[in-house]
Structure formats: C-alpha cells, structure tokens
C-alpha cells in the first residue's frame, strides 16, 4: 500500500475547531517531537468497541514510503484512555516498536520505543474532523428538495425548524415517529419514509449521520438503507475502518462492493451523490436494458456506473423493476440522521 496520509486528506476538508461528545473515537492527526523523526507522518482512526474499550488504527510511515499499520485495544479508566502494542516499522527504523500512548482531555500523546532500547520517538496528535467536499451542496433551480440544509447557527436553526418539518410533511409517507431535531436535521425513529412522488433517472444528493453505538455489532450499528426508486439499496451503516463489503456502508446488497472505504465516524455528516439511470422496457413491458448507478461517498467514488440486475431485498414493489419509483429511507430500529436531501430528475 502506497503512504496514505495525503491521500487520505484529499477528497476532504479538515475542519477544526469542533467539540464531541466522544473525546476518543474518530480520525486523529499528529507528528513527532524528536528531531530525527521530523520526516515521519503519523495518524490514527479509533473505533468504540464499548464505551470503555477502543481499537485504534495507527498508521506511521517514512517520507515516501509506505504506510506501516498496528491494530492495537485500549481502554478508558479514571478518565484517562491508554494504549500499549506493537507496531512492525521499516527497516530503515529498525523493525518493532512497541507503542505506548494515552488519550487526556482531548489530547493524544505518546513514544515509540525500539525492542532494543536504543530508539525513542514522542508524538502528539489532535483530534481532526473531515468534510465531505459536497456537504452543504446547494441544490439547483430545478431540483426538488425533500429534506432542508441545517442552519449555520440557533438563531437560524430556530427559524428552520418550522420549514423543515412543513416541507418534510410534505414530500414524505409514513413519518409521525420522525424527530425535526432542534438544529434543523432529521433524525429517524420507528418507522420508514417514502417519497409521494415518483421518479425515473435522476442525480440525487443526501446528507446522513450514523449514532455512535459502540455495544453493537454488524448490521445492528447504525443500520438504514437508502433505496433508489424504491427498488435498489445503497447501505447506511457505521463501517468506519471497515472492510468494504456488499452489506457495509455504500454497499449494493448482493450486487455490488463499494472501489473504496470512504466512511466518515458515527456522529459525523457524511454525503451520498447518486447518478441513476432508471431501466428500459419494451411496448410490451419486457425489460431491454439494465438500471446504472453510479455513487460518490464523502465525494468519492465507490460505485462507477455499475449495472444493476435487478432489484435487492426489502425494497418497496416486490423484486419488480419499472421505469418509475419512489425513494425508500429504510429503518431498521437505529436512530440515524439526515439533512439536505434534493433530487432532480434526468432527461
């Protein structure tokens, strides 16, 4: 694998200056203190394995040189979060490392430690937060908004919450149970949402956040699904650091495997851009071409014009393809959010 850190960074933007509720989990950023390893990068991704233990990425890597990975457990006690492991350097640094490190108050310190004894680094990293490039996006003069951006601040979220939640009744079936949320968002709640217009081809952009649920496990972490016409779902679920597959985060159930994880952590806005080509039927109903997707995620590209051949589970018209639908908001019992969400039809 090629050194990622710049990679990693590029399809975002780092916004600073941001509180959590939860000081640990997420994407971190950092460098070294000691002078002879100024030209090392250094990052990790913390996941909550329960609301005291954590799994922590990290990630250290020679300039233009490839990354090197250590999985490596912690665990939070008396308000303090400490990890201790091993990570396998170049051999430039001289092979294993044992990596002692702890989490204080937002502050992320720690030193790399040579099996000999003879090597000590220090580092120090901050909690960093990435913006998806299309989050906010602006929908055009002849796009249908579904759901409302957020207001930029409670004066103005104050006065969206009444439009949000008009226009909401509006566009939507089977929402009672649906939270319009003081800032503005919408955050999901015992039932499904289904569009009352329908829709053929159409470019659509959707702005979600998972919960943090660190107790839960698989399918049960934040689980939603956003289906295209009714009949086609794109995976919502918390997969941060996960491996790609076609029930995780951006997933085609049982079609298709996202080109890349490109998951933001629980709590964290995230954006979908969806380009659909809605199948092609004969006079006579019988299907002559295939439905097409394609999906950025946090502005990246995880499905490339795929084919889709035919619909997947759950959807609203029973496994039947037609050249209209309705967008389908799945709940599966989690508590996921969502904001910004226009369509507009294509041709």
């Known amino acids: 694998m090629k050194r990622m850190t710049g990679l990693w960074l590029l399809a975002f933007t780092l916004v600073t200056g941001i509180a959590s509720a939860q000081p640990v989990m997420g994407n971190w950023q950092g460098e070294f203190t000691s ?17 005291s233990d954590y799994r922590a990425y990290f990630y250290v890597a020679e300039k233009d040189e490839q990354e090197q990975q250590a999985i490596i457990k912690g ?18 640094r001289g092979g294993v490392y044992t ?24 580092f120090k990293m901050t909690r960093v937060y990435l913006k998806s490039p299309t989050l906010g996006m602006k929908p055009p003069a ?37 939270d319009v949320m003081s800032d503005g968002s919408i955050r999901m709640k015992g039932s499904s949402i289904i569009s009352k217009e329908e829709f053929g081809s159409f470019f659509m952009h959707l702005e979600f956040k998972t919960p943090y649920m660190p107790d839960a496990r698989g399918q049960a972490r934040g689980n939603s699904g956003f289906y295209v016409q009714g009949r086609y779902e794109v995976q919502i679920l918390d997969n941060f650091t996960d491996p790609t597959r076609d029930n995780h985060c951006g997933g085609i159930y049982q079609q298709a495997v996202p080109l890349l994880n ?6 964290e806005w995230q954006t979908y851009d969806i380009e659909f080509t809605a199948p092609k039927f ?9 439905a097409r997707l394609t999906v950025k995620h946090n502005g990246k590209v995880i499905h490339d014009d ?4 035919h619909c997947t589970p759950g959807g609203l018209y029973g496994g ?14 989690d508590y996921p959010s969502f904001k910004n969400a226009w369509i507009k039809p294509l041709n």
């Open 262 to 267: 490109a998951c933001l952590p629980p709590e």
């Open 35 to 51: 002078e002879s390893w100024q030209n090392c990068t250094l990052r990790a991704q913390i996941v909550g394995e329960s609301r």
């Open 99 to 122: 990596l002692n490190a702890e989490v204080i108050k937002g502050v992320f310190t720690g030193t790399l430690k040579s099996k000999s004894g003879d090597s000590i680094a220090s």
């Open 282 to 290: 004969d006079a006579d109903g019988k299907k002559i071409k295939n």
């Open 142 to 178: 002849d796009a249908l908004v579904l759901m409302m951006d957020q207001g930029q601040n409670p004066e103005e979220q104050k006065a969206l919450y009444a439009k949000q939640k008009e226009l909401f009744f509006d566009n939507w079936e089977i929402q009672p149970h649906w």
């Open 306 to 309: 795929i084919e889709l051949r």
């Open 320 to 333: 039947k393809e037609a050249p209209t639908g309705k967008i389908f908001i799945q709940d599966h019992g």
């Open 75 to 92: 665990k939070t006690l008396n308000s303090k979060t400490t990890f201790l492991g091993d990570i396998q350097l170049s051999d430039k």
